[in-house]
């Protein structure tokens, strides 16, 4: 009994979903960052919360004035308040660098 091999040559073309394999397809969104300025905070906010930012101003001032009294500190320089419309948002920012999933905000 005689055997025989042959070989078939397939021709092969890319795939299309493999032109952008291992690339990160994650969109994401572009904030546009506004700030209210008050005597000891900037609050760093996006048009999305517009509605909320003010509200937020007060209430940092309003703890600063407490905290400040109690603890017999002030600040020197205005510090910086970031507020964030959802946990999505936040996620997506890098200002903080890695600060990991634990990080609440």
Do not use: C
């Not at 900037?42 to 209430?59: E, W």
């Not at 997506?92 to 609440?104: I, K």
């Amino acid at each position: 009994m005689a055997m025989s091999a042959g070989a078939v040559t397939v021709p092969v073309s890319p795939l299309h979903a493999q032109g952008y394999f291992g690339q990160n397809q994650v969109q994401y969104d572009r904030l546009n960052w506004r700030v209210i300025e008050t005597e000891h905070f900037l609050i760093h906010y996006y048009p999305q919360i517009a509605d909320v930012a003010p509200d937020a101003a007060r209430m940092a001032e309003r703890s600063y004035a407490r905290l400040s009294r109690l603890m017999a500190h002030q600040f020197r320089e205005k510090k910086p308040v970031l507020i964030f419309g959802s946990s999505g948002d936040f996620a997506q920012s890098n200002v903080f660098g890695d600060l990991g999933e634990g990080t609440g905000g």
